[in-house]
């Protein structure tokens, strides 16, 4: 019986021992199998999340943010326990004891899924089988797949320590609302700090993990709540939270951003505009979109807020003003169908659906509205984001679009989505009334930088950055017209000219492939031999294209080259009065290096780009500071700082011509047009039929340009000019930077002597000599200047035609003569008269 008894349970043993030796076989086989191609756990030490790379502005405020993936990385040691300890409760109470898996926790979800007969299917991951899943594996629910993340989680808790797993998982784990890690999701969610969160706050995210999109805020906010209470729980018996705290975050209500509690985050920031964009384009040209978008990049942008503001208004009034002067509508395009028109709650939904600009504030904020119906005096309008009021009524009175040409009723249907702004009283600021506007078909460009720096302070690409992402100041290529000439006339400067120096302004005809050419000035007249200065002071074509025949096309391609308005310049006449394209931030960065005496300078709209660890990726500028270390310089000395600029021009040109460029904005084509309290110098320019029209100026220490045309180019308008046009965005825009930044004399060079001319002859004048036809001259030194010559450019002059001459001299007038005669003088002489040995 005993030897029985022991047979029996010798083969249960053997039986079992032979089961355990078959399981431990299969399940080595099944680890071999499954562990011979999994990814490598080890670049998790490696790992850089992305993150968000941030804009900021001059005074260090955020303007702008760019990411992929909405994610804030946060160190672990900056992650405050409270969120820690709520995500454990929530996710992983054993974290801190199991070596990568739970095996309670497995067994629990097999008896769950086997019960249910697969209904209750679980997955029962801890922390950092989590962090596997996320960073290695694929998400599905396949048997291999859990083999896999076991088997990782184990070799990653024996590789990192918990805390560093905790971080991975922290900041990659996807919270909902477009954000990962708990540090974007606090700021999208309440818009604090994660040291700000309190418990009931923590356990808010902490719910979140398993489905963000079934636990909602707004949607699902009550089974949101539950979750919630659920994580307060856990955390409570866990010990994290006491009786009272835990009653007492119980009792909270479910508060977030989505519901109105607390102001959005990106309300603080202003909407993304044309310079932002430009930098997203330079910087993803530069780093790779990959790196400037996940890269967690800090940029410095050159913006200055106040002077951007500054920028879009001038540019705005002036295309507004022009548009409404046409007396046309467009609209926006958009129509809301009629049966969303019934109530108050469906026009504005419908209405907050329709993609149009959202981003504009001229004199005072537009707003997209919809026209709910068109009576005989009125339009009666709904306005989004406002509320109607007694004090102010949603309607438009007929008198406020008097400007539109045609029948009122032709213009607007109901349905029509329209922008309105509040009409105000100046200084009051008292409502009138709501008024219509619409986005011009025109547009343009604006741009102002340093001109010591290439620092851009401003940058406008259009109208509207929301209506249109077409960047009119860097993408756009257009003829910048006359407002080229002042290359022409550096390189004939820097070639022994003088601003005295004659030239014939006469008819011309050259033979091109295409035909004759007969280029004209734009007022159609001729005016005979006359000083380089008045010639760029009043923008003589003839004069120009003789000029640039003179000195070679070669010659003055080398120079626009050089100043980096063009990288290739074609040696064709028709170029020197700028009909081959360039962009208005190019010319702009050109004029900067007339203004700064000649140095090169190199535009920016970025000072320094740091990486997510704080090292400098780039700094714009590379001047030397000899002495920023030395302290023992003298309390009334500042430190000396070494310029390593190129030098593309003399100086005594570069003050040459910003002195011819000072009789544009005094007496020239910009006259009127451009009048600020320090002195300034600029050019015109004005295209063929006026397709584009330009002003770019400067002062001793800001550069500034804008240019107006449409998109598809066609004419302006016989009376469209560079000066008419542009001239008051410069001066808009410069009279409140001037009040910022001030300004003074343009700097003259050592090498400079200064002679007094007649600026409608070239004829050398006595010191003493005054009146308006008198300048006083820059001259190099040690270089005695001729006077009298006439250089005709090789072109032949064969007709008569009048010559400029000061108003006082146009008139015929009565004189005394040596004898004490009385006789008549004038009227004043033509290059026929003069040439064939008459008056004078």
Known sequence: MLRFILSFFGAIFSVLTLGLMMLALSLGAIFWIYGRDLPSHESLAQYRPPTISRIYSTEGRIIDEFAEERRLFAPAEEIPVLIKQAFISAEDKLFYEHQGYDPRGIASAI?????????????????????????????????????????????????LTKEEILELYLNEIYLGE??????????????????????????????????????????????????????????????????????QELAQPLRSVQNGDFENFRAQLPPRDYFTDEIR???????????????????????????????????????????????????????????????????????????????????????PAVVLAVEDQRLRIGIEGVQESDAEPFVVPRKDISWLKGNFFDNFEVGDVVHVRRMVEDGSGNFIRWTLRQVPEVQGGFVAMDVNTGRVLAMQGGFS?????????TQAQRQPGSSFKPFVYAAALDSGYTPATIVVDAPIEINTPQGVWRPRNSSNKFYGPTPLRTGIENSRNLMTIRLAQEVGMGVVADYAERFGVYDRLNHVLANALGSQETTLFQMVAAYAMFANGGERVEPTLVDRVQDRYGETLYRHDQRICEDCANPGIPNNLGPRIVSNRERVMDPVTAYQLTSMMEGVVKRGTAKGRVNLP?????????????????????TSNIVAGCYIGYDQPRSLGRSASGGGFCGPVFQ????KAVAKYGGGPFKVPPACQFIKIDRFTGARLSDSASGDNVVSECFREGEEPFFGIQLDGGFAMGSDFDLIRPAADSKPREVTTSTGKKAIVGPKATFGSMSSGGLY
């Open 111 to 159: 008896y769950d899924a086997v019960k249910s007969r697969g209904k209750n299917v679980r997955g029962a991951s801890t922390i950092t089988q989590q962090v596997m899943k996320n960073f290695l594996l694929s998400g599905d629910r396949q048997l291999e797949r859990k083999i896999k993340e076991i088997m990782l989680a184990t070799r990653l808790e024996s590789t």
């Open 178 to 247: 477009n954000s990962y890690g708990v540090a974007a999701a606090s700021q999208t969610y309440f818009n604090k700090a994660l040291s700000e969160l309190a418990p009931h706050e923590a356990a808010f995210l902490a719910s979140l993990p398993k489905a963000p999109s079934d636990f909602h805020p707004v949607r699902r906010k009550e089974r949101l709540t539950d979750r919630r209470n659920f994580v307060l729980k856990e955390m409570f018996e866990n010990g994290y939270l006491t009786s009272a705290v835990y009653e």
């Open 281 to 367: 384009r330079q910087l993803s040209d530069d780093f790779g979109e990959g790196e400037f978008f996940s890269g967690g990049l800090t940029i410095r942008a050159t913006l200055d807020p106040e002077m951007q503001v500054e920028a879009a208004n001038a540019l705005r009034r002036q295309l507004e003003q022009y548009d409404r002067g046409i007396g046309r509508w467009r609209g926006t395009g958009k129509k809301i169908p009629a049966d969303k028109l019934g109530s108050e709650e469906a026009w504005r939904a419908a209405l907050s659906e329709v993609k149009v600009a959202r981003d504009i504030d001229l004199e005072t904020e537009w707003y």
């Open 465 to 473: 950055y929301q209506h249109s992402v077409f960047n009119r100041a």
């Open 678 to 698: 320090v002195p300034t110098a600029g050019k015109t320019g004005t295209t063929n039929d006026a397709k584009d029209v330009w002003f770019v100026g400067f």
């Open 732 to 735: 808009r825009f410069m009279t």
